[in-house]
Each structure stands twice: as structure tokens, then as C-alpha cells.
């Protein structure tokens, strides 16, 4: 399946850089903050300086644009779906009046925000899992929910269960 082929969701690719060597810890909470700031986000500016540093993370971390760009274009679907759900929204909930392309018009363009926001979410996860080994991953997972033992949460179970769905994704290309 060529689908699978060209996702790097969940596969780290080695490179010498600062973010690789960044402790796997300060990236998940860095990645949490970032989550936690895009849904806070009314407009484009604050959209486009989280574009802009995860552009900047992503040159610093010397992955090529190519490996990046070619993972991240498979969900071009999903990012023109949420725009045409958006507009199609806009459009039946006008009733059909005179004023109904300038409502299309701003539902698209609301569309046309979400789906930028979940593209820089997406983003984020790619460079995520491809700068941090998924052992890495889990026990900085384990590290960081440690606290939850506390009330008997299974965080043992929990960060297992991450690391082995981040080591069988690259398995999903075989079949």
C-alpha cells in the first residue's frame, strides 16, 4: 500500500541536532503546552507564530523538508474535508438568504482555521516521534505520570501500551 508508505508518523529518524538531544521529557511537555495554546488561539497571528516555530523547530532538527512534507501531505484530505464540513455548515444554515456567500464565506474561513490548526497539531506529532525514539517516549511518559500511582492509575500499563503501539506503526507499512 503506497498510503503507509510515505507516513512517518511514529518512525524516529536519526539526525545530529539540538532537538534530538533534547530530553525526551521537555519535549512531551513542551508538545502539551503547544496543544494547550492552540486551542486558546482566536486568530491567524498567533496561528502563524505557532507555524512559524514549528517551522523553525523542524530546521533545527535537520529532517528533511521531503520526508516531512511527503508524511504530512497524506492528510491533505482530512485538513479539505474539515474546510467543505465548514462551508457546508455555513450554507445550510443560512436559509438561503441574500447574505448567505458573505456567511459561506466566513464559515470557510473558520474552516480554513481549524484545519490550520490541526495541521500544526499534526505537525507537531510528526516531529514528536521523529526526533524521540518510541523507548524514549515511554519512559518519559512513565516519568512524567509517575504521580498517578498515587491513586492506583495504571501508568506502568499505560506507557507500555504507548511505547508498543509507537513500535508497530512502521509495522503497518508491511501489510
Given amino acids: 500500500m ?3 508508505k510515505d507516513i512517518a508518523l511514529g518512525q524516529y529518524i536519526y539526525r545530529e541536532s539540538p532537538v534530538h538531544r533534547l ?3 521537555v519535549k512531551i511537555l513542551s508538545f502539551i503546552m503547544i496543544w494547550i495554546g492552540l486551542f486558546f488561539l482566536k486568530g491567524i497571528f498567533g496561528l502563524l507564530s505557532i507555524g512559524l516555530l514549528l517551522f523553525t523547530v ?3 532538527s535537520h529532517i528533511p523538508g521531503r520526508i516531512w512534507l511527503k508524511s504530512f501531505l497524506i492528510f491533505s484530505w ?3 474535508f474539515i474546510v467543505i464540513a465548514y462551508g457546508w455548515n455555513g450554507f445550510l444554515g443560512t436559509g438561503h438568504s441574500p447574505t448567505s456567500l458573505l456567511t459561506v464565506g466566513n464559515s470557510l ?3 480554513a482555521l481549524v484545519a490550520m490548526r490541526w495541521a500544526v497539531f499534526i505537525g ?4 514528536l516521534t521523529m526526533t524521540t525514539t ?3 517516549l515511554m519512559r518519559s511518559f512513565q516519568f512524567l505520570l509517575h504521580p498517578l500511582n498515587k ?3 495504571p501508568v506502568h500499563d499505560l506507557s507500555f501500551m504507548a511505547g508498543l503501539t509507537l513500535h508497530f506503526i512502521p509495522l503497518m507499512k508491511v501489510f
Avoid at 124 to 127: G, K, P, Q
Fill in 109 to 111: 474561513w473558520i474552516g
Fill in 124 to 127: 507537531f506529532c510528526f516531529l
Fill in 78 to 80: 482530512f485538513f479539505i
Fill in 151 to 153: 491513586i492506583r492509575f
Fill in 2 to 4: 503506497s498510503f503507509w
Fill in 58 to 60: 523542524l530546521f533545527l
Fill in 134 to 136: 518510541p523507548s524514549d
Fill in 23 to 25: 530530553d525526551p521529557r
